[in-house]
């Protein structure tokens, strides 16, 4: 401080008039220190305490003067080195401070501008350099890849923003729903829907105690109805097997009566014995026809059914229509399912209602017999009418909340038991018009309802198990094809070939009754009961026999049409059952060509028949084999024999 002269002086001799130093001491103080040292005192001597500080400039300056004269060129090349590393270090504080850097062409104006601008202000000496700094017009590769990461993190957080914002949207939709229940709620009283779950408690309380005091009523009923047609079925069962057998014997004496009488007729007599066992067996066969039941026998079944219908109106004639009518029963659930819906799916509601309804839907179907009315009449019962409005709304509109599978579990569960019941009991295979409404409203449940489609529970599985029983039951012990000489059944008017011909086409019907169980009964029982049993066990003995009058093709072409299109579809060859067949009808042509030119309309006709029966069966190769035979391959290629599925 004494140096710079900065400090207020204890003498006189250095004060001005406006108190601070003056200038002529202060030029004059360098010069005079030395002489006046000797002269001053030693509290008016001025110590030297170090030497004066040079500023930046100053030392600038002093350096590149003596470095003109010094210099050798090795001391060149280093100060040139220093100079570059001087100005690579302003470059560098420029870069971190600026957001571009300038160019390194601008390193000499840089250098310049640092030493010419010392003694202006650090104002000045700032416009100055962001003049002389310059954008650069190409980057280094490390801008790019700083580029490259700001971008992806840039995606991310557009990314983060976009997930949040859908998030915030679902938090507003909750808390929108929150709002609007919790104003529900507050609008519904507390005491509201005490009132109502207890009423509902009450009603669900009363109803099953009414129900199982009805049931057993129901099930009287139910058995009795059940026993009067087993009783029935049963006792025409064995009149129509009576009735077969006493024929069977009947004719089977006259054929060994009429071998060893052979002599007798050829001599133009009969014998009285004969005769009488003619007449016997003719009015056994005109009184022999298909299963039906007697008007007095009709008669006397109806009025117990009428008596039993009579009964079951009485059951529930002290009841309430609120506990009797489906209609009313299901308005309770559909009021529990509109105003408390969480409840109501919690509660299992639509697994509870069919074991509930089944008391009254029974007493509802306790007279409905599935093998003579039809499926339109069991649509038009009340119960059903209610529980599908129940099921699927009005105009069948589906229901936001409803309970679609109902309808279906209350016929599986109520309605199919019955028909297996029937079908145990009444059903005979043999009848066509109770074959086609049993399995036409069996199809109709499956179409309809999906029954047969889903993974068989308990109830399906026991009428599949009925039905395969009943109709193994009828193949074993009802069918009977009997067999007699040549020579007999070569007379079509004898009484031996008007009965076995009644018998061959009693099997056949069955054979079609039992076609069109497809489907509906697994594939594997089918084919055993059609194909090893019905066709080769007995009716492949009739055709071969050759005795058929005129109906030979005609039973083949029935045979055919019986057998369910999915064994055939997409098949290439005969399947292995149908072997026996497709020999008969090969051997039935190769017969007709032997005997017969192709040029009668009536023998091509009946080739062409034939042809098409073993397309049918896709035996191509046993069609190949006869046209090139024959050479009668206009016939497969008009008539399309060998691509059968397109006809």
């Keep these: 401080m004494r ?210 005091e009805k049931v057993v009523e129901i099930n009287a009923l139910e058995l009795e109805l059940h026993v009067l047609l087993s009783e029935q079925w049963g006792a025409l069962l064995n009149r129509r097997r009576h009735k077969v057998t006493e024929q069977a014997d ?99 509601i639509s697994f509870c209602l069919p074991k509930l309804l089944s008391p009254i839907i029974r007493h509802q179907l306790l007279v409905w017999n599935p093998l003579k009315d039809d499926s339109e009449a069991f649509e038009k019962l009340p119960w059903f009418t209610a529980v599908e409005t129940f099921c699927h709304g009005y105009g069948h509109e589906e229901l936001e909340h409803s309970d679609r599978q109902t309808l279906s579990d209350v016929v599986e569960k109520t309605v199919l038991p019955k028909i297996t019941a029937y079908v145990e009991l009444a059903w005979d295979p043999e009848s066509s018009h109770q074959s086609v409404c049993l399995f036409g409203f069996c199809h109709k449940l499956k179409e309809d309802f999906s029954i047969f489609d889903r993974k068989q529970s308990k109830p399906v599985k026991a009428f599949v198990e009925a039905v395969i029983s009943r109709l193994r039951s009828t193949v074993d012990e009802d069918v009977f094809i009997p067999l007699y000489p040549k020579k007999v059944l070569d007379d079509p008017s004898s009484p031996q070939c008007h009965f076995r011909d009644q018998q061959f086409w009693k099997a056949i019907k069955l054979f079609v009754n039992i076609g069109k169980w497809d489907l509906l009964l697994p594939e594997s029982a089918l084919k055993e009961l059609m194909l090893d049993k019905l066709l080769n066990r007995y009716l492949m003995i009739t055709l071969c026999s050759q005795t058929l009058h005129g109906n030979a093709v005609q039973a083949c072409r029935k045979v055919v049409d019986s057998l369910p299109l999915s064994w055939l579809k997409g098949e290439t060859e005969c399947l292995p059952q149908l072997q026996n067949f497709r020999n008969h009808l090969v051997q039935k042509i190769h017969t007709i060509f032997k005997q017969h030119s192709l040029e009668d309309p009536n023998t091509r006709s009946a080739v062409v028949e034939l042809l098409q029966i073993l397309s049918t069966i896709r035996c191509n190769d046993s069609i190949m084999a006869i046209a090139q035979k024959y050479q009668c391959e206009d016939v497969i290629y008009s008539h399309q024999l060998l691509n059968q599925e397109t006809v």
């Design 3 to 212: 140096a710079q002269m900065d400090f207020i002086p204890l003498g006189r001799e250095g004060h001005n008039s406006g108190g601070s130093i003056s200038n002529d001491y202060i030029r004059g103080s360098d010069e005079d220190r030395i002489g006046d040292d000797d002269e001053q005192d030693d509290h008016e001597r001025r110590i030297a305490f170090a030497p004066r500080l040079k500023n930046i400039r100053q030392r600038i300056l002093a350096k590149l003067e003596g470095s003109d004269d010094s210099l050798s060129s090795s001391d060149e090349r280093e100060q040139q080195l220093w100079e570059e590393t001087q100005l690579g270090k302003g470059v560098k504080r420029h870069l971190r401070v600026l957001p571009n850097f300038p160019h390194p062409c601008q390193s000499s104006a840089v250098s310049e501008s640092s030493t010419s601008s010392s003694g202006s202000t650090s104002r000045s000496r700032q416009k100055k350099r962001s003049k002389e700094v310059r954008i650069p017009k190409t980057f280094p590769p490390i801008v790019s890849v700083i580029k490259k990461k700001i971008v992806e993190r840039l995606d991310s957080l557009t990314e983060v923003h976009r997930t949040r914002q859908t998030e915030l949207r679902k938090l507003e939709a909750d808390i929108e729903w929150a709002q609007n229940s919790v104003e529900t709620l507050v609008e519904i009283s507390f005491e509201k829907r005490l009132h109502f779950f207890r009423s509902l408690a009450l009603f669900v309380h009363t109803l099953t105690e009414c129900l199982q």
């Design 250 to 348: 009947c004719l089977q004496h006259l054929s060994f009566s009429t071998d060893e009488q052979s002599g007798n007729r050829n001599n133009g007599t009969e014998t009285q014995w004969e005769i009488e066992t003619g007449v016997e067996c003719n009015k056994v066969v005109r009184v022999l026809e298909d299963t039906e039941v007697s008007e007095e026998e009709d008669e006397q079944l109806q009025k117990m059914k009428d008596d039993i219908l009579l009964r079951s109106q009485a059951v529930f004639s002290s009841v309430q229509d609120e506990f009797y009518d489906v209609k009313k029963i299901l308005s309770h659930f559909e009021e529990w399912r509109g105003s408390y819906t969480d409840s109501y799916h919690s509660a299992y």
